[in-house]
């Protein structure tokens, strides 16, 4: 083994040192302390680890992780993948450590994405959508679709894409081999000015075009009724997870496993047997009540489920921190359109469970603050949070 | 009272379509008819009282700068209508401002400020003083904005940047400006029935609603106190 040989395989080891040592100890889940072990030892681990494997990379503003993981079923082996949602590098290498499987389904976070790329050698980019999403950290989403469009255009890997977003249009569309997939969107407030020349788009009802010859790609992949075309092919699409947003991911991550080789027949019948995505959609006890639990992390995501439960009644539980994860500034409450909620009766959790309460006021709901002692409510409710209360409310209602 | 929320797509980074709902739910409550109209790009400009602009990204800015040049919006002020203004809203209603690289674009002149690139990004939780109250909320931005002199600062920065880190926004006649958004109205109910009175030009009744928990927290939380 020469140098360099050596030092992977040191790094490597490190990794599953301290990994195996964090899961021991009950600190965490050791994907990230793990991972930055190694890149201590090797800074291009990632790409040592990733050489000779088919790599799947995943991103967008919302659904990486449910996408990730509908890949993950749909691909009926072994894969290599974080799921624990650390989507940076160190996450990444902690998955390529932790697995020798040849090929791997990796979730990126949407700045990482040109690192990423570079380190992996990717066969496939899926590039889900572009949304505000903790604007007090983020780059802005114009910037950000900028970076993408530099990362996605050289490469020698196919970019699947949904063509409904044009902020991912944008980035995509300079990439010589993309295959364009038709996934609704119900947030369209960060795309309604042209990316190319900011003039305001057309959203026609098939497809949105600007004056200035930006338009809508035609899609090789689509939604149809009940079931999904991919590359030409019907297949019946069945799924146990719910919201016509999903059904969207599915067909992305369909279209994906066929440029990587799976049949879209074969995989559909195995991701519709996804019925949770690291707690998202469980049910699950908190407080003593009954709950389904649903991660709402931004307004896109937020228009996401309210779409959902547009079709349900009764109580609503929603949970809004701001952590670090969550950004700091909770004014995207303003861009979520909760006047659709009229009528349901709402309880506010949360760090900035006041904001959310006025919000709510404003919106005309019957909002109450939980302070000490929480409701309860006959059957199960639907638990709405953001990223890190969707993270302690699981670990509750896991503890019990 | 008429409220147009002038191009939302340009500029409403930041929640800031929910000051106009702000306003017009804090008059209907109190039984005061209220209309919310949207302004959009190629729209013929419509009268209203009250004109709100809110942030946006640098490209955005820049266009909505340009559309309301060409537009009427200077006229409407001169003829008696207030603007309330948040961050590249602030920006554009001064002589010129800079964003991406050097250059620097014409804004509407409406006030003599001018807006050069900062060192640094602001970002964080910010604090104004305005006639002796706390005016709380969040900024993002990477704007240093100069008053020429006689031009009135909006409020003395408590915590975070502001113009300068002294002064925040300006406050001239019928026109508000600040750089926090928030969006700030929702969260300084007291502010939001300011501006309405003054529109009015009558004071109007108390509306206690959880809104003011909401700033009561918040000003404890900000200020290190139970302030
Ligand atoms: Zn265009």
């Known amino acids: 083994m020469n140098r360099s040989g050596w030092r992977v395989a040191l790094a490597t080891t490190a990794v599953r040192g301290v990994n195996w040592v964090s899961r021991r100890s009950g600190r965490g889940a050791g994907t990230v302390a793990g991972g930055n072990a190694g890149l201590g030892i090797d800074s291009h681990l990632l790409a040592h680890l990733?050489?000779?494997?088919?790599?799947?990379?995943?991103?967008?503003?919302?659904?990486?992780?449910?996408?990730?993981?509908?890949?993950?079923?749909?691909?009926?082996?072994?894969?290599?993948?974080?799921?624990?949602?650390?989507?940076?590098?160190?996450?990444?290498?902690?998955?390529?450590?932790?697995?020798?499987?040849?090929?791997?389904?990796?979730?990126?976070?949407?700045?990482?994405?040109?690192?990423?790329?570079?380190?992996?050698?990717?066969?496939?980019?899926?590039?889900?959508?572009?949304?505000?999403?903790?604007?007090?950290?983020?780059?802005?989403?114009?910037?950000?679709?900028?970076?993408?469009?530099?990362?996605?255009?050289?490469?020698?890997?196919?970019?699947?894409?949904?063509?409904?977003?044009?902020?991912?249009?944008?980035?995509?569309?300079?990439?010589?081999?993309?295959?364009?997939?038709?996934?609704?969107?119900?947030?369209?407030?960060?795309?309604?000015?042209?990316?190319?020349?900011?003039?305001?788009?057309?959203?026609?009802?098939?497809?949105?075009?600007?004056?200035?010859?930006?338009?809508?790609?035609?899609?090789?992949s689509i939604l149809v009724e009940g079931r999904a075309r991919v590359a030409g092919q019907l297949v019946s699409l069945d799924l146990a997870i719910p919201g016509p947003v999903n059904r969207g991911n599915a067909l992305l991550a369909l279209a994906a496993l066929h440029e990587l080789g799976v049949d879209p027949a074969l995989a559909a019948r195995r991701l519709a047997t996804l019925r949770e995505v690291e707690g998202r959609y469980a049910s699950a006890v908190v407080a003593g009540q009954a709950v389904r639990l649903l991660l709402a992390k931004n307004p896109a995501g937020f228009a996401a489920q309210l779409a959902d439960q547009a079709e349900r009644g009764g109580p609503l539980w929603i949970a809004i921190n701001d952590g670090l994860a969550d950004g700091r500034d909770p004014s995207w409450l303003y861009d979520v359109d909760f006047e659709q909620l009229r009528g349901r009766p709402v309880w506010c959790w949360g760090t900035r469970r006041l904001d959310l309460a006025a919000r709510l006021w404003y919106a005309g709901i019957e909002a109450t603050v939980v302070e000490d002692v929480a409701p309860h409510h006959d059957g199960t409710v639907d638990l709405i949070a953001n990223y890190t209360a969707f993270q302690e409310l699981r670990r509750e209602a896991g503890s019990r | 009272m008429r409220i147009a929320l002038v191009f939302p797509e340009l500029l409403g980074t930041y929640g800031d379509g929910g000051n106009a709902v702000v306003l017009a739910r804090r008059l209907e409550r109190r039984g005061l008819p209220a209309e919310v109209l949207e302004v959009r790009p190629g729209d013929a400009f419509p009268a209203a009282d009250l004109y709100l602009l809110g942030g946006g990204e640098d490209g955005p800015q820049r266009l909505a700068a340009d559309l309301l040049i060409a537009s009427t919006l200077a006229a409407r002020v001169a003829d008696g209508a207030g603007v309330f203004a948040v961050c590249a809203g602030l920006q554009l209603l001064g002589t010129s401002f800079a964003v991406e690289g050097d250059s620097t674009y014409a804004g509407l002149a409406l006030v003599p400020a001018t807006t050069v690139r900062g060192m640094a990004r602001s970002v964080g939780d910010a604090v104004v003083r305005v006639d002796g109250r706390l005016v709380v909320g969040f900024e993002n931005h990477g704007g240093v904005t100069h008053l020429a002199p006689g031009l009135d600062a909006f409020g003395e920065v408590v915590v975070g940047h502001g113009n300068d880190a002294?002064?925040?926004?300006?406050?001239?006649?019928?026109?508000?400006?600040?750089?926090?958004?928030?969006?700030?109205?929702?969260?300084?109910?007291?502010?939001?029935?300011?501006?309405?009175?003054?529109?009015?030009?009558?004071?109007?009744?108390?509306?206690?609603?959880?809104?003011?928990?909401?700033?009561?927290?918040?000003?404890?939380q900000l200020m290190g106190t139970g302030a």
């Open chain 1, 50 to 220: 990733a050489r000779g494997r088919t790599v799947a990379l995943v991103t967008g503003t919302n659904g990486k992780t449910t996408t990730t993981a509908m890949m993950v079923r749909g691909w009926g082996r072994e894969v290599a993948t974080n799921t624990t949602g650390a989507n940076m590098p160190a996450g990444h290498v902690a998955a390529l450590a932790a697995s020798r499987s040849p090929v791997a389904a990796l979730e990126c976070d949407e700045r990482w994405l040109p690192d990423v790329i570079a380190e992996t050698v990717p066969a496939v980019v899926v590039v889900l959508n572009l949304s505000r999403d903790q604007l007090d950290r983020a780059a802005e989403v114009r910037q950000l679709a900028q970076r993408w469009r530099d990362a996605l255009k050289g490469g020698d890997f196919v970019v699947v894409a949904n063509a409904r977003d044009p902020l991912v249009v944008y980035a995509a569309s300079a990439s010589p081999r993309v295959h364009w997939c038709a996934a609704p969107t119900s947030w369209t407030l960060d795309a309604r000015s042209c990316p190319v020349c900011t003039r305001t788009l057309d959203l026609g009802a098939d497809a949105w075009s600007c004056t200035c010859g930006f338009a809508e790609p035609p899609s090789r």
């Open chain 2, 166 to 220: 002294r002064s925040d926004g300006f406050r001239a006649e019928r026109i508000w400006a600040t750089y926090l958004h928030g969006p700030v109205l929702a969260q300084n109910p007291w502010l939001a029935d300011a501006l309405l009175a003054s529109v009015l030009g009558h004071e109007l009744e108390p509306l206690a609603s959880v809104a003011d928990d909401l700033y009561a927290a918040r000003c404890a």
